[in-house]
């Protein structure tokens, strides 16, 4: 049995030499997601690379996660393993693929806005969709999204504002704004989403996150006031929305605190989204998970 293994691998060897062997690279076999495979299995399949194809001129290249594929490795051989050296023997080059720029953000917005959310003929959005890719740029290049994460993100934005043809583009904005900030968060930070959808949060720890991935002050501003005309009734708006923005410093300590002023806007635009001023980001939490539709209100 040894003998007749021994020989198909010769014979498969040579087999392989002759079809791509070459001082030249003849063909090249791209692997993706090696790292999300079964941990013995992506160990067997570099495993296999090394000792069955490793023929002059047929190249393998390796989209993966250095770091899961590391975790892998040290669950079969131990956490004694030194990776570096045992990933050297199969791979001779490496390089980690660049960051993902701000107008690259913008771009894949842009390609997800027209792939998912407004789709002549298939699919109305009822939100304007002027702008909507630079909004939703902020939130998911603030919490370094990657592209999978943010094809999620549009499905949920596109299945939550998308309405009848008549109604396409005339959703009130507030209302729009929250479901693009709730999606993202359902992604990009669960914990959180959840707790707001509950109304479990403490309103300064939902504005430290935005404040922690929209870095322009400004624009950090713009989006908390969004979610407080969600997530506060107008008799707690005051005293809870005073408090938050000044502990976050989008309100000075000795100012004087005007909601009709920070918040009048962002409030009437809400349309009548919901039932009352403080179920508002209840119900888009509550359409997002049970995937039913709201009657929204149309300005």
């Not at 090696?34 to 296999?48: I, K, M, N, Q």
């Not at 005339?170 to 669960?190: D, E, F, H, Q, R």
């Not at 989006?223 to 976050?248: M, P, T, V």
Request: glycine share 8%; net charge negative.
């Amino acid at each position: 049995m040894y003998e007749d293994r021994a020989d198909a691998f010769d014979r498969l060897k040579t087999a392989l030499r002759d079809a791509f062997g070459g001082d030249s690279p003849s063909a090249f076999i791209f692997v993706d997601e090696l790292d999300r495979c079964r941990p013995d299995y992506a160990v067997s399949y570099l495993e296999t690379i090394k000792h069955v194809f490793d023929i002059h001129g047929l190249v393998f290249v390796l989209a993966i996660d250095y770091s899961h594929l590391e975790s892998s490795s040290k669950s079969l051989f131990g956490a004694g393993l030194v990776f570096p050296e045992y990933f050297r023997k199969f791979v001779q080059r490496t390089f980690e693929l660049p960051k993902i720029e701000e107008i690259g953000y913008q771009k894949l917005a842009e390609a997800c806005v027209d792939h998912f959310l407004d789709i002549i003929g298939k699919r109305s959005c009822a939100m304007e969709i002027k702008g909507i890719a630079a909004r939703s740029k902020e939130l998911i290049a603030g919490f370094k999204m990657t592209p999978r994460q943010i094809q999620e993100v549009f499905r949920i934005i596109g299945h939550a504002l998308s309405g009848p043809e008549e109604k396409r583009g005339k959703l009130a904005w507030s209302a729009g704004a929250a479901t693009i900030l709730m999606g993202v968060l359902k992604i990009a930070s669960p914990n959180l989403y959840k707790s707001i959808g509950l109304g479990s949060r403490e309103h300064a720890t939902v504005g430290r996150e935005i404040q922690k991935a929209v870095q322009e002050h400004h624009h950090a501003y713009w989006w908390f006031r969004i979610y407080l005309s969600g997530a506060l009734g107008r008799q707690s708006s005051n005293d809870e929305a005073e408090k938050a923005l000044k502990e976050l410093g989008f309100l000075k300590a000795n100012a004087i605190f005007d909601d009709q002023e920070l918040l009048g806007e962002f409030d009437r635009n809400w349309g009548w989204f919901g039932h009352t001023e403080s179920t508002r980001l209840k119900a888009v939490y509550n359409f997002i998970e049970t995937a039913t539709r709201l009657e929204i209100s149309i300005n």
